[in-house]
């Protein structure tokens, strides 16, 4: 009892000051001041670890800001990964031609946008147009559609240049909101970056410190409507110290956390006070050769340095248990996954047999491993792998740089690139493309193929699966499992874990279902306060 009446203290003074800085979105503020002050407001508080937002316009964010956007705006659909459906948002259905080049949606009538404009197909062609037109984030997704046709008022047509899955791309967690054009007038970003939004969702945007906080509220004229329990105001913050998110979701001070130390969370197991939800998220890690430069050129060098990484310590050690070891570069749990694909192991004999094979009997060489400094498991991870390829001869400098200071690196004078690099991967939307196209595809100029991996047989494989699967995806599940088995063989990368996400949070906090389709996303209109 004392951690909720301190926790409800703590809140409301929260509140009175963040009302008190509050400067709103285009739905302006909650319009009812006078009765909400009379009324006990219910607040959600997410305790992240890094900046809320760095992006407000919704067709560029292809970062942190999938938090705070997917509460403000809405896609057509929404990708259910527990039950592997499509569930409709605002369009109530959707058909395909049979040839799968032409995709009809059906939008839902009675929308209101955040200005008060209503939701129609003229709104849903300006958004996904505009999002082309502007060429940024993660609009690829969209390169199919040739053209977008309004039908009628709440019909609308996309045509498109090829076979694509166009549900699951509509269902995106990245460039694919629908927003109001009465708001949005151009291509420029510049009314989003002053702090506005003009989405359809749950939540407005009432306040924000750049960089550091975000507060939601309640838009009143949401579709769905507001009977039930529900969440009045959202909080999201920056908090980046481990221990002083652990004790906010110890002292109630906030409501849900994620990447705790995994001591922290099993000290955390037996407290009452707090639950622990695991998730088997589409987040996994790879460390990515690079095979244009001797001696990783060679797949021999490739895959005895696999076979000298230590998965299980790794798992074990670094993760404290929360991973799995890789299989492939497509996540367990996601449709697509390699279940039966060759897996690598700890074994330094086969190592160092491969590695005379090669012509490198005793070693006798030295590589530049980056990983993004702060993150310690990248750390710890690069510190065991280093240890055991000194036992055979290689010697493994580790770098942790900044982000952007490693992508520099690795789009930079091939002769000074990284001999290999440690990345996450999530999907942009729920397909093995997300992951086999952008990592191993063939590029001309590198982008997210950091290995620079090129095999044309693969590049064909990939293609003809990400055709296949608007129409069959059982077929196009076989055709992306034998573009692996190829990748898998040749070790463009080091397919290190499949992450288990760990969310930390305060057992008065319900209705939470984590979706690995939108990593680190918590949908807070379906979450309520309950005891």
């Not at 507001?226 to 920056?238: A, C, M, P, Y």
């Not at 021999?300 to 340095?305: I, K």
């Not at 982000?403 to 999530?426: C, H, I, N, T």
């Not at 939307?429 to 693969?458: A, D, I, M, R």
Request: overall charge negative; proline content about 5%.
């Amino acid at each position: 009892m004392k951690i909720h009446m301190k926790r409800n203290l703590m809140l409301l003074l929260v509140m009175i000051l963040l009302v008190s800085l509050a400067f709103s979105g285009c739905g302006g503020g909650t319009g009812n001041g006078d009765e909400e002050q009379q009324q006990p407001v219910s607040i959600a508080y997410y305790a992240t670890n890094s900046e809320p937002i760095l992006d407000w316009d919704p067709s560029v964010m292809f970062s942190n800001g999938i938090i705070v956007l997917n509460n403000i705006y809405e896609t057509l659909l929404r990708y259910d990964a527990v039950n592997n459906e499509i569930i409709p948002v605002l369009a109530e259905s959707y058909g395909k031609s049979d040839d799968s080049l032409v995709w009809t949606f059906n939008i839902r009538q009675g929308v209101k946008f955040h200005d008060g404009t209503d939701l129609n197909a003229e709104a849903v062609k300006y958004s996904i147009d505009r999002t082309m037109r502007i060429n940024k984030g993660a609009s690829y997704i969209w390169a199919a559609v040739k053209e977008i046709n309004v039908v009628d008022e709440y019909t609308v047509e996309f045509v498109l240049n090829y076979p694509a899955p166009m549900d699951l791309i509509a269902s995106t967690g990245y460039a694919a909101f629908i927003y109001s054009p009465a708001s949005v007038t151009s291509d420029d970003s510049e009314w989003f970056s002053s702090g506005q939004e003009c989405g359809t969702g749950p939540y407005m945007l009432q306040s924000q410190v750049p960089g550091d906080e975000v507060v939601l509220t309640k838009y009143e004229e949401y579709w769905s409507g507001w009977e039930g329990e529900h969440f009045d105001k959202v909080v999201i913050k920056k908090v980046t110290e481990t221990s002083s998110r652990r004790q906010m979701i110890e002292k109630g001070e906030a409501d849900v956390t994620i990447n705790l130390p995994y001591e922290d969370v099993e000290a955390m197991k037996d407290n009452e006070d707090v639950t622990i939800e695991l998730e088997n998220s589409y987040i996994n890690v790879a460390s990515y050769f690079n095979t244009q430069k001797a001696p990783l050129d060679d797949k021999l060098v490739r895959q005895a340095l696999s076979y000298a990484f230590p998965y299980d310590d790794v798992v074990e050690f670094v993760l404290g248990g929360y991973g799995t070891q890789g299989r492939g570069p497509v996540p367990k749990g996601l449709w697509g996954h390699g279940k039966t694909l060759k897996q690598y192991t700890y074994d330094l004999d086969k190592a160092k047999e491969l590695l005379a094979e090669a012509g490198y009997p005793d070693g006798g060489f030295s590589l530049l491993y980056t990983y993004m400094s702060g993150d310690e498991e990248e750390k710890k991870t690069a510190q065991l792998y280093k240890a055991e390829l000194a036992k055979i001869g290689v010697d493994l400098e580790i770098r942790g740089m900044p982000w952007d200071s490693q992508w520099e690196m690795s789009k930079g004078d091939p002769e000074g690139r990284q001999d290999m690099l440690v990345m996450y991967w999530w999907p942009d939307y729920p397909s093995p493309v997300s992951w086999l196209y952008n990592l191993y595809h063939s590029e001309e100029e590198p982008l997210f193929n950091l290995g620079y991996y090129s095999n044309e047989q693969v590049d064909a494989l990939i293609e003809e699966a990400d055709q296949k699967s608007a129409s069959d995806i059982a077929e196009a599940e076989e055709l992306f499992v034998q573009a692996q088995e190829i990748i898998v063989d040749e070790a463009p990368a080091i397919f290190q874990y499949d992450k288990i996400n760990v969310w930390v949070e305060n057992n008065t906090f319900k209705g939470h279902v984590p979706n690995p389709a939108y990593p680190n996303v918590v949908f807070f209109y379906n979450t309520y306060r309950g005891e």
